[in-house]
């Protein structure tokens, strides 16, 4: 039609409408699949021993010491675990551990404690706070809700609000690990290894959070109307009688504040509490005092503490490899049982006689007696 | 009454009945059930209200006017226009009296097939989209979420989606409804003359009012019931084609009264006054009731004098005729139903299927609600809470709320939305087909209902129209055989005439060597004989043009005789003249006039025409044309072509066309004078004078000269047995159910290779009920006794709304047998005897019996039992139906078919307009169905399954996450981040499958018609499969959650020690699963295109990509999202992110991978082959094969050659004697 006059209702004759796109025909084909499977199956394997490798190169110690506050005044060794012993001070409510080192943990060197059956995931605490009072300090009218129970008492704002910061972890551990000299279980040496609590949190999180200044500013004579926490009056003695200009929280540089609020995903935790980047940590016998206020034993969970080194992922954890190795087993067993019923049985790819149709006509055909092949 | 002689009467399958005395007007309501009243009263009342009425003229205007106006508001808002009807049966209309007419409330002429307009649009879309559960649901979560403190999710997730699914579909109605508004408006503004004074001006349908008289030229179409009065032709006759209505494409005759004939012109018919006391308007198209009354003498009116909307004008210069029913209660707009909403299989199925995960997500939220109560961590919760939870019951349903909106997303929301878009897109694309565009009458294949492209994948039977559908509706004179010799309009080269071993010439002569012949050869009186009976015996009038190449255009109610005496004078046989006792014909210049001395009128039980003319020379001459068995019987002794003229027939047949024998006797003086008196006196008879006629007609048909043969050939529409035999290798059952006669309907039935000689016809032709049930029962046990034992097992089941269900969730059953295991049958029913088998007694029989035949043709079935048909067939089989039509006939079983598809391209096509898809021409149907029907179908069985694996997939970690959060119901992922996942991450890869995935190219799919099967035995979509993918979605899900949280451990996931949180668990979860999702979708694709990297990787990019800057620029811009902050950069530093991303869905897809290979080629099925076959492009050896089958099958054609030669005559029955006579074509016609 070449008269360009008329409209013509004629379809435009591209490739899109016509529905002739260029396209690649993926077809899973002997010649694809199986070198596919080989190559999963080879490529994987040596990528899971060598994160299994990895993983098992972390050294790590690892001890609960929840029923601490139920051991004797004097070292006593601790059941199920190998060289470990430990004792209370009731009146200062101070655990002493001692542990035994075996190999150097080689540098950065890290210090966990670890939380179990402890629901930081749960809807109605993940979402208790509010992110502006951290940051700057809030009136209380416009306090997010999501605080409560931890909002308001008395007319007076929790600082920080809601559970989170209320169930904060306030067990302290000493800022190093003190060596005892062998072969004398009672006398310490003078030789310690230190671990610093700074640079903890990921670094982004201090721009989540105001300092001392931010907040007295934004609060500033009215004190007396932000409380902390019920938890924090209790655990924290400074807090006994509430703020003031001098002790107000400066969570900008309150770390292991920061790295509690980050909520973690699965019930059973570690939080970064502190850290030795500087040296290894030598085979030896070492003590740590903890001081003990956190109650688990009330919901059930248990309390360790961690040192740990890490691998490129991250802890102990051989799984990755595992996994690795198990999907390339897997490819590999499947890779040779094709190719072997490829070899013993082939399917000519595209045969006719193969349709359904002509299974049907040629034994129909054959009777006329037709020679077609 | 003669009953041959009213059309109109041989239906009435309506609940009122049709007095067939006129003079009485009692008579039932036909719709409503407004009380039974006396014609007489009434009337008389309703004159005193006329005179009434007038007094108080200028209110009651107002008033009237006020009341449409409001009586319109308020159709409008119902959607249709149906004014209230006074309780009365008949409506007074007075002549030439508009002021008075427009008091009579009477509707107006325009007409709306659309769905909505300004003010119901609201009502209805809502109406209609809250039909869809999985809409409600969301509905009803979005609710939910805005209950402070009861989402785990932010409010707006899962209302801002709702609301774009909305709008989007909103749009797209408004749109599909605006173009059915301007094809409404189309017709609203066609053009009419109308009497206004005493003159006829230009006005526009829309502007018809009742009472109004109007003039309709030629050809066109009327605008509204008419009451004929005049017309151009002598006794106020009129020529209507009525294959809009009923699919008869014979011409109809109208005849106005003898009192009105005269109206002639304008003056004459503005002066006649008087009242036209019409029925109220009812959908019965074959029944009229009315009364005119003029000059004080009251006039029956008749459906002879019924011109309705809907049919057209044919060969009759104009008519001049009053509107009696106008707009939507014309009789057409009346058998109109609401076109129903149609939803496809796929969508039930899914509806279905969605209930089941609703059910599936109410027990998960139940569980994990109760395990909230169970779970002993409520020491936890008094530690960290210090305060007991849950103890108040609403706490509980807050809980359960909670759940429900955590796991919603099991449902997909975006599937609603998807879906609708890409079955839009598709049928941009079906729409946009090169392919299916028809040049010459510039029409492109329309889908007007996107919601149904995937049925078109799933056809099992199509129910097909002949006249306009397969065939053209032209006829042909295409060959013929004269004393012994074949001649042919065209000749091939392998029919060319070859001389044979013994001298005998074998093959056909062209036309033109006819010609020469006609003038000089052995034969040359036998064919002047044979070119003078086709241009006298017919009825036939000629009509002089200057456009047509013979001169004449020739008006002919039978398409067949205007054939043939085009062919005559094509043949240099004009037929110029009639006169009421002669014709002329034009032979060499020379005019020849015969004197008709009788007519022996052509029946179905005659089987032939005869007329007795005086030739020119004075001798008395008999000429006869008719079916080859009646002609046959009545031949003299002395016939030397009898044996070539069967010969010839045959071959004819073969060929599918519609042939004559002609024959003709000289008759002596004396034998014609006394005969002539037997048929004065036959014809003057009293009582039956019809057969009488018969009687005395045999008297003189005998002793006859076979001259020879014609044959006719109904144009088949191009491609149409080709289409037809490819539609049969795609185990398409084709039922035929045309308005044609029994012979015709077998012979277009051969023509068209619907029928195929190895198969054994069913012919039921019987008269009564009890006959037609022994037939049927009687051959379905003859027939199951030869059968598999499978095929007489099955039973059919009424489709209830339980069994319905039951198919739906349990999977179909498969009543359907596979043709190729039985002989080849076809079923051939007449519309008498199907009426019966459509009786409940009888009915699963029939069906029974119509299924094992792989053709079924119904002849002479009417528009009701068109649709009682599909109906039937909906009933008790759970197939999709496709009935495909292009007349207002076919309208009732398009619209109760599955898929309804209509004719387009040609003028007012009804059956387009209430399709669902309009094509040009049938052979579309073939890539309509094979390409476009199962590319659909793949695509949108995939796009479903994909979008319920990829939100179980993702939102079953959810679940999984619940179990390790106290059944708290906190979620893993952030809020923002979930919404990306349905409306931008995952949204684009089903819709790229939706739109642009091919199982295989179309011409593969075209080549492989068996292929076809898979849509019908929902291979792709059905309860195993789709269950199956959900469990795949939970494996993955089940694998992504569990593995990640053994590589979590304890939260120390990277080199620098930090303690990782939820919010960069989600992240790494998120990641993984958007991997795992969209490798999966690059596995299930089946062509991969540009669009596809782009909506796969291109996605995944996207993701990996934005989510460093949206966790940078949201919160810090618009204080949304702060969970992002700062756990994008530290999880994209280390290896652990990097790993898992590989491993994890290395590991889930591994599974999918090797059972893809597996089933390729250790469960291979055909498309697979076909697959390779198109993929490294192996050669066919199916020519040769096909090559070889076709010689078998001429050799079978030729062994088995034992069945009726095709002898067809579409006459209008009776009557033709006396059209005859009414013309003298010699006179000049009034110019109206």
């Known amino acids: 039609m070449a008269d360009t006059n008329i409209k013509s209702n004629k379809p435009k004759n591209n490739a899109i409408r016509q529905q002739r796109l260029k396209a690649w025909q993926p077809i899973l084909t002997p010649k694809n699949v199986l070198p596919t499977l080989f190559f999963i199956g080879i490529s994987f394997i040596p990528v899971g021993i060598g994160l299994f490798i990895a993983a098992k190169k972390v050294n790590e110690f690892t001890f609960e010491y929840t029923e601490c506050n139920k051991t004797s005044t004097t070292f006593t060794p601790v059941p199920n675990y190998e060289n470990v012993k430990w004792k209370y001070d009731k009146t200062q409510e101070i655990c002493t551990v001692q542990f035994e080192i075996k190999e150097t943990f080689k540098k950065p060197v890290f210090f966990y404690y670890r939380l179990t059956s402890f629901f930081q995931n749960h809807r109605s605490y993940v979402k208790s706070y509010d992110s502006e009072q951290l940051l700057k300090g809030k009136k209380l009218e416009k306090l997010d809700s999501n605080c409560d129970p931890f909002k308001v008492k008395d007319g007076k704002q929790y600082f920080p609000c809601g559970l989170i910061a209320n169930s904060m972890f306030t067990d302290v551990f000493d800022n190093k690990l003190v060596k005892v000299t062998s072969g004398n279980n009672n006398e310490t040496s003078t030789e310690t290894y230190p671990l610093t609590e700074k640079d903890i949190a990921w670094p982004s999180d201090a721009d989540k959070y105001g300092t001392r200044n931010d907040f007295l500013k934004f609060y500033g004579n009215d004190l007396s109307n932000v409380i902390p926490p019920p938890n924090w009056s209790i655990s924290f003695p400074e807090y006994q009688n509430g703020y003031n200009a001098t002790n107000f929280p400066d969570l900008k540089n309150w770390e292991h504040f920061q790295v509690w609020m980050r909520t973690a995903g699965l019930p059973n935790f570690r939080k970064l509490y502190s850290k030795n980047t500087e040296t290894d940590l030598k085979p030896g016998i070492y003590n740590i005092d903890i001081i003990n206020k956190y109650d688990v034993n009330r919901y059930g969970g248990t309390k360790s503490f961690v040192i740990t080194t890490t691998s490129i992922i991250g802890g102990r954890n051989p799984f990755l490899g595992i996994a690795y190795i198990f999907v390339g087993i897997v490819s590999l067993i499947f890779g040779i049982i094709f190719l072997i019923r490829h070899l013993y049985k082939p399917r000519k790819l595209g045969d006719h006689k193969y349709l359904s149709w002509n299974k049907a006509s040629t034994t129909a055909t054959n009777t006329d007696g037709d020679d077609n092949r | 009454m003669d009953r041959d002689n009213n059309p109109f009467m041989t239906y009435s399958f309506e609940d009122g009945n049709y007095e067939e005395d006129n003079d009485t007007y009692e008579i039932n309501n036909y719709d409503d059930d407004v009380g039974l009243t006396t014609g007489q009263t009434n009337y008389q009342q309703k004159n005193l209200a006329n005179k009434y009425a007038k007094k108080n003229l200028l209110q009651r205007i107002q008033d009237s006017s006020v009341y449409a106006s409001v009586s319109h508001v308020f159709n409008l808002m119902r959607g249709k226009d149906d004014t209230p009807q006074p309780s009365d049966s008949f409506r007074y209309i007075q002549l030439n009296d508009p002021v008075t007419n427009s008091l009579g409330k009477y509707t107006h002429n325009r007409i709306s097939t659309a769905k909505y307009n300004v003010f119901t649009f609201l009502y209805k879309f809502l109406k209609e989209q809250f039909s869809k559960y999985a809409n409600v649901f969301f509905l009803v979560t979005a609710l939910i979420q805005q209950i402070p403190g009861v989402s785990p999710l932010n409010p707006l997730t899962t209302i801002l989606p709702l609301s774009i699914v909305l709008l989007v579909s909103a749009v797209k109605e408004i749109f599909e409804d605006y173009k059915r508004h301007c094809s409404d408006n189309d017709e609203n503004n066609r053009k009419i003359q109308v009497l206004v004074g005493s003159s006829f001006i230009v006005k526009k349908w829309r502007d018809l009012h009742v009472g109004d008289i109007v003039r309709v030229e030629n050809s066109s179409f009327f605008p509204a019931d008419l009451i004929l009065l005049s017309s151009s032709e002598p006794d106020a006759l009129c020529y209507i084609e009525t294959s809009n209505l009923d699919g008869e494409t014979n011409l109809k005759v109208r005849q106005g009264l003898p009192e009105t004939a005269n109206l002639t012109n304008a003056e004459a018919v503005s002066e006649i006054r008087g009242v036209l006391k019409s029925e109220q ?42 509107i009696i029913n106008t707009g939507h209660e014309t009789k057409l707009m009346k058998n109109a139903t609401e076109a129903p909403i149609k939803q496809t299989n796929l969508e039930k199925m899914t509806n279905v299927q969605i209930v089941f995960l609703f059910v599936i997500l109410i027990a998960m939220s139940l569980f994990c609600s109760i395990g909230y109560f169970l779970k002993d961590f409520a020491t936890f919760q008094e530690f960290v809470f210090q305060e007991k939870l849950l103890q108040k019951f609403t706490d509980i349903i ?27 897109g598709q049928s941009v694309l079906i729409n946009s087909d090169i392919e299916i565009y028809h040049e010459e009458t510039d029409t492109p294949t329309q889908c007007k209902t996107s919601n149904l492209v995937e049925e078109l994948g799933q056809v099992e039977y199509i129910f097909s129209d002949k006249t306009g559908t397969l065939t053209c509706n032209v006829m042909e004179f295409k060959m013929c055989t004269i004393a012994g010799k074949s001649y042919a309009k065209e000749v091939t080269d392998d029919k060319r005439i070859v001389k044979g071993e013994n001298g005998v010439e074998k093959g056909y002569y062209d036309f033109n060597r006819l010609i020469e012949n006609s003038k000089a050869d052995m034969s040359v009186n036998v064919i002047v004989e044979f070119l003078t009976l086709l241009a006298v015996c017919h009825t036939v009038i000629p009509e002089q043009s200057d456009t047509s190449p013979e001169g004449y255009i020739y008006q002919a109610s039978s398409p067949d005789e205007g054939a043939l005496v085009k062919g005559a004078a094509s043949l240099g046989y004009v037929f110029t003249t009639r006169r009421p006792k002669s014709v002329s014909i034009r032979v060499d210049n020379e005019e020849k006039e015969f004197e008709l001395l009788n007519i022996c009128e052509f029946n179905s039980t005659r089987k032939r025409m005869s007329v007795v003319v005086r030739n020119p020379e004075g001798q008395i001459k008999l000429y006869t044309k008719g079916a080859d068995t009646v002609i046959l019987e009545r031949l003299s002794g002395n016939n030397p072509y009898v044996d070539y003229t069967l010969n010839q027939l045959e071959e004819y047949a073969t060929e599918g066309l519609r042939t004559l024998c002609l024959a003709s006797r000289d008759i002596p003086e004396d034998e014609y004078i006394r005969w002539n008196k037997a048929y004065e006196k036959a014809a003057t008879s009293l009582t039956n004078r019809a057969a009488e006629l018969d009687r005395v007609a045999e008297l003189i048909e005998k002793d006859l000269f076979l001259l020879g043969a014609t044959a006719i050939e109904d144009k088949l529409q191009e491609g149409v047995p080709d289409t037809i035999h490819t539609l049969a290798q795609a185990n398409i059952k084709l039922w035929v159910l045309t308005g044609d006669k029994q012979e015709t309907a077998i012979n277009i039935g051969y023509s068209c290779k619907l029928l195929t000689e190895e198969m054994s016809l069913i012919v039921c032709n019987e008269e009564t009920h009890n006959t037609t049930k022994e037939f049927i029962s009687n051959r379905l046990r003859s027939l199951k006794e030869s059968m598999p034992a499978y095929v007489s097992h099955r039973n059919f089941q009424l489709q209830t709304p339980m069994s319905k269900i039951r198919s739906l969730i349990f999977g179909k059953k498969d009543e359907s047998v596979d043709l190729d295991d039985i002989e080849p049958l076809a079923l051939v029913i007449d519309g008498k005897s199907l009426g019966y088998a459509l009786e409940p007694d009888m009915e699963l029989m029939f069906l029974e019996l119509a299924t094992l035949c792989r053709a079924v043709i119904c002849c002479r079935v009417s528009p009701l039992q068109k649709a009682l048909i599909v109906k039937l067939v909906k009933k008790y089989t759970n197939s999709i139906l496709l009935a495909i039509g292009d007349g207002a006939n076919d309208v009732g079983m398009i619209q109760a078919a599955h898929v309804g598809v209509g004719i387009s391209g040609v003028e007012g096509l009804q059956a387009a307009r209430s399709s669902d898809f309009a094509i040009a021409q049938f052979r579309y149907l073939r890539k309509l169905l094979l390409v476009h029907g199962s590319w659909s179908y793949h695509r949108l069985s995939k796009l479903i399954l994909y979008s319920f694996y990829k939100n179980i997939a993702m939102f079953m970690t959810q679940f999984w996450f619940t179990l390790d959060n106290g059944f708290s119901g906190q979620t893993l992922y952030e809020s923002w981040t979930i919404t990306s996942y349905n409306v931008i991450f995952t949204v684009f890869s089903p819709v790229v499958i939706g739109l642009f995935d091919q199982i295989l190219n179309s011409r593969m799919l075209d080549q492989y018609p068996q292929l076809y099967k898979i849509g019908q035995k929902s291979e792709v979509f059905n309860i195993k499969i789709f269950w199956g993918w959900i469990l795949n979605g939970f494996f993955h899900s089940f694998a992504i959650y569990y593995m990640t949280k053994w590589i979590w451990h304890e939260s120390i996931v990277t080199a620098s020690g930090y303690s990782a949180d939820l919010w960069m668990m989600g992240i790494v979860m998120f990641s993984v699963v958007l991997a795992v999702v969209l490798l999966k979708a690059i596995l299930i694709t089946n062509n991969w295109n540009k669009f596809t990297t782009y909506a796969t990787a291109g996605a995944f990019a996207a993701w990996i990509i934005g989510l460093p800057i949206y966790g940078w620029i949201a919160p810090s811009l618009f204080g949304i999202s702060p969970e992002l902050i700062g756990v994008s950069l530290p999880l994209y530093t ?18 999918d991978y090797i059972w893809k290979y597996y089933k390729r080629f250790y469960k291979t099925e055909s498309y697979h082959i076909v697959q390779e076959i198109q993929k490294f492009n192996i050669p066919d050896y199916r020519p040769r094969m096909e090559w070889f089958r076709k010689a078998v099958h001429k050799v079978r054609m030729v062994q088995r050659l034992k069945r009726n030669r095709g002898y067809a005559f579409s006459q209008n029955e009776g009557g033709q004697a006396r059209i005859i006579r009414a013309y003298d074509t010699t006179q000049i016609k009034p110019s109206g």
């Open chain 2, 281 to 322: 308007p009812n959908n019965s198209l074959y029944t009229y009731e009315g009364v005119i009354e003029l000059n004080g003498k009251e006039l029956p009116l008749t459906p002879n004098q019924l011109l309705l909307r809907g049919s057209q004008l044919r060969n009759t210069k104009w008519v001049y005729a009053i």
């Open chain 2, 1134 to 1151: 280390g290896l652990m992110f990097w790993v898992s991303l590989l491993v994890i869905p290395v590991f889930c897809l591994l599974r």
């Open chain 2, 398 to 424: 807050y809980g359960f709320f909670t759940f429900i909106i955590l796991f919603n997303n099991l449902i997909p929301i975006s599937l609603v939305v998807t879906m609708e878009f890409v079955k839009y």
